[in-house]
């Protein structure tokens, strides 16, 4: 068996106690905390710098040699300087040929430059294998062992051996390296840490518009509205109470709109009678977000649980209890006990605590570390069958804790019904559509669809 084929070096990396010698341009921060960790991994370390007097700040094992000294002594050799400071290497363009040189760069805007670092640096020493790799790690994340950070490191180049013994290093310092292929993906690469939250944009300006409409609409009917009417100040609900509304209320709609994009899908793809053509751009995005809007709507329905937990221990619950039991020992008669209203209750609450429960179970096997250990039907079922029946039973608790008040005159406070009510509008819709898709004269070319069936084959053009 050949030994230089990359098979051979992807499953069998370099494991003699003899390591090659690693070249480091640059003796800033990360190029300090990148050398310490390779001299703690075993390999002998030199640095590449304009001076060539040693620093305390220098790892004590380096040597520190001029660039062109340096680069002579070492096959790998890592640019840990700026782009801008890249000029430097154009000299030494012939003691650089054939090297595999690593950029690690970052930019301080996404897309600053029209071409990545690691391409431009291909196209300044164009003799040199380029690698891109260790961007994503930070020098705080290599100084405190990684312990406490992503050890995941995106590697890319164009020369498969000079990619994999980069790779090989990474392993060897007890990092997670994740092949994205050529040199193209660089660009990509450089811009992944300086993106935030780039899944979680559209979630949390939703939820948070939401928490805003919400907020002021249960302002009006639940503290203005009796303050100007009853000359009753309420003001003291803006604490707990108007939140504790206003949590389940998000956790069900965002809720419903996680399965509201694959009913849309589904019904464009029955529509065009064919997959092989995309969604809107939109679409798309709305999609590819619907974990995030998920595990949002967790977070509400768990604030939820834990306001109406304090329910029992509120100044105004407890005195509204003691005047209720003062006035019925006036009267010196006890209400009875209405069986409507406790079987209510309770149904109200059972509903709650189920749907609750497989709330959490869909943020669980949303986990990488959970759904990476299960198959594609069973991740399915969860997120798909049982998240269905998670919507089911939420929507069911809020219909059964309100559904009395929905012909109330008095729940309608300016015109404007419960907030509860608003927040079935939306999973309403979709249970419905959900349900008329699952009929056969539907299901069944839907399935046909998705298995490669077109009813008019020149779209897979």
């Not at 480091?24 to 991994?41: C, V, W």
């Not at 890249?86 to 012939?94: K, R």
Request: aromatic share 12%.
């Amino acid at each position: 068996m050949n030994k230089n084929s990359s098979n051979t070096m992807a499953l069998a990396p370099n494991t003699s106690n003899k390591r090659e010698t690693v070249c480091i341009f640059g003796t800033g921060d990360f190029g300090r905390a990148l050398g310490h960790k390779m001299i703690q991994s075993g390999y002998p370390v030199v640095y590449g710098s304009r001076s060539t007097q040693t620093s305390s700040l220098i790892p004590k094992d380096a040597e520190v040699l001029s660039h062109a000294e340096a680069a002579q002594k070492a096959a790998v050799i890592i640019i840990a300087v700026q782009r801008q400071h890249y000029n430097f290497l154009t000299p030494l363009a012939e003691i650089l040929h054939g090297k595999v040189l690593v950029d690690i760069s970052n930019n301080l805007k996404i897309n600053q430059y029209p071409d990545s670092n690691a391409e431009y640096l291909a196209q300044l020493v164009p003799g040199a294998k380029v690698v891109k790799a260790f961007n994503t790690v930070s020098a705080w994340a290599l100084q405190s062992g990684t312990l406490d950070a992503s050890r995941q490191v995106f590697v890319c180049g164009n020369d498969i051996e000079a990619k994999q013994m980069v790779m090989d290093i990474v392993r060897a310092l007890g990092l997670t390296p994740l092949d994205q292929g050529s040199l193209l993906a660089a660009r990509e690469i450089e811009n992944y840490p300086l993106q935030l939250f780039p899944m979680w944009k559209f979630p949390i300006l939703l939820s948070l518009g939401l928490t805003a409409f919400f907020f002021f609409y249960c302002l009006i009917r639940d503290v203005i509205y009796p303050y100007i009417y009853e000359n009753k100040d309420f003001s003291f609900f803006i604490a707990i109470s108007i939140p504790n509304r206003i949590c389940p209320v998000l956790a069900l709609i965002l809720l419903a709109l996680v399965y509201v994009p694959g009913v849309l899908a589904a019904i464009i793809q029955l529509y065009r009678g064919t997959k092989y053509r995309r969604f809107p751009d939109w679409l798309d995005k709305w999609m590819l977000c619907r974990k995030q809007l998920g595990l949002v709507a967790l977070a509400f329905a768990s604030l939820h649980v834990l306001y109406t937990l304090v329910i029992p221990i509120r100044s105004f619950v407890r005195w509204r209890i003691s005047s209720q039991t003062i006035s019925q020992a006036q009267k010196n008669e006890t209400e009875p006990l209405n069986i409507t209203n406790a079987w209510l209750s309770d149904s109200y609450l059972a509903l709650g605590i189920l749907g609750f429960f497989l709330f959490i179970l869909l943020g669980i096997t949303s986990l990488p570390s959970v759904s990476n250990n299960v198959n594609w039907r069973e991740f399915r079922f969860v997120q798909s069958k049982l998240g269905y029946l998670t919507l089911v039973l939420c929507t069911a608790h809020t219909l059964v804790y309100g559904g009395k008040w929905f012909l109330s005159p008095s729940s309608y406070r300016w015109y404007l019904p419960n907030a509860y009510m608003l927040s079935l509008i939306v999973p309403c819709i979709v249970l419905v559509l959900k349900f008329v898709l699952i009929f056969p004269c539907l299901d069944k070319p839907l399935t046909q669809i998705r298995q490669g069936w077109e009813r008019n084959p020149q779209y897979s053009e």
